[in-house]
């Protein structure tokens, strides 16, 4: 198969990519799912009981073995939002996007196979790009190593400044865009309460992690929910301001279920904390 890049360049792929398929029969829908190619090669036998070891793979065999792409899901899934939502997330996140043709959704052999030659392909093209990037790096005088490599303090001049805002958060952004909203929260909620833990004990990096965190799932969420303002909240280590961001955490739950008359409640409660803490 020819995948084709929508978004990104195909002779310098980014390493991840969200990859999707048409299904003639369903012209308004879109099926995806998420490339990752590993920067090292890991094989995947050493950390299985040596009874499946030797059906898994070894030396250069077997599915564990050299292990280094994937998607997830391993089979496209329908897309909420169509294709106008995954541009959107390519453009948030910098991934590539990239079509991979079109099939029948009732075909399911067909579609993991499919994923999986995608995956194979652009896994090949992001060698590729890697290999002659490490080649065109050595002729790079030593001198300009520390600004050509993008070292702390230092500008190469090409840098994204969507990358920079992502930091670490890579691999939770991919698992953000595939959970459903309750699961969102339920995830906002978790880091609710290990921001609270860190500021009884004074961690400021520990605080100021999970801050960012909070607000990079924030964007999964929608405006409605306030989530700048449950964040705002949620950093302010007064009695108010702890109480408030748990009425709006309680609030986004409502909101995400509907229950409006709730919601009109715990607003009340809001507005009245706030002429408190004022």
Request: hydrophobic share 40%.
């Given at each position: ?26 012209p308004?829908?879109v ?69 991979g043709?079109?099939m ?40 300009d ?7 702390p ?72 929910f ?43 409660a ?9």
């Open positions: 198969m020819d995948i084709q890049f929508e978004i990104g360049d195909p002779s310098r792929p980014r390493g991840h990519a969200l990859l999707y398929f048409r299904v003639d029969t369903e308004d829908h099926y995806g799912t998420y490339i990752v190619t590993l920067p090292i090669t890991a094989d995947l036998t050493k950390y299985v009981p040596p009874f499946l070891a030797a059906h898994l793979g070894s030396g250069d065999t077997g599915p564990l073995a050299n292990f280094a792409a994937f998607a997830m899901p391993p089979m496209s899934e329908l897309v909420e939002g169509g294709y106008d939502r995954l541009v959107q997330l390519a453009n948030l996140r910098n991934d590539d996007l990239v079509y043709g079109s029948f959704s009732y075909d399911l052999p067909r579609m993991m196979e499919a994923v999986a030659g995608a995956v194979q392909e652009y896994s090949d093209a992001w060698n590729e790009a890697a290999g002659a990037t490490g080649a065109a790096a050595t002729s790079v005088p030593a001198d190593a520390a600004i050509a490599l993008g070292a303090g230092q500008s190469s001049g090409t840098s994204d400044p969507d990358e920079s805002d992502t930091g670490g958060l890579g691999v939770n952004e991919v698992l953000w865009s595939f959970m459903s909203e309750g699961d969102r929260l339920a995830e906002m909620g978790r880091l609710l309460g290990r921001l609270r833990f860190a500021q009884e004990g004074n961690d400021a990096a520990a605080i100021a992690d999970i801050i960012a965190e909070m607000t990079a799932l924030g964007r999964h969420l929608p405006d409605e306030s989530i700048d303002t449950l964040v705002s909240n949620a950093g302010d280590t007064g009695p108010v301001a702890a109480q408030l961001a748990q009425l709006y955490l309680d609030r986004c739950y409502r909101l995400s279920s509907g229950d409006t008359e709730q919601v009109r409640r715990i607003e009340e809001i507005r009245n904390l706030e002429r408190r803490g004022r």
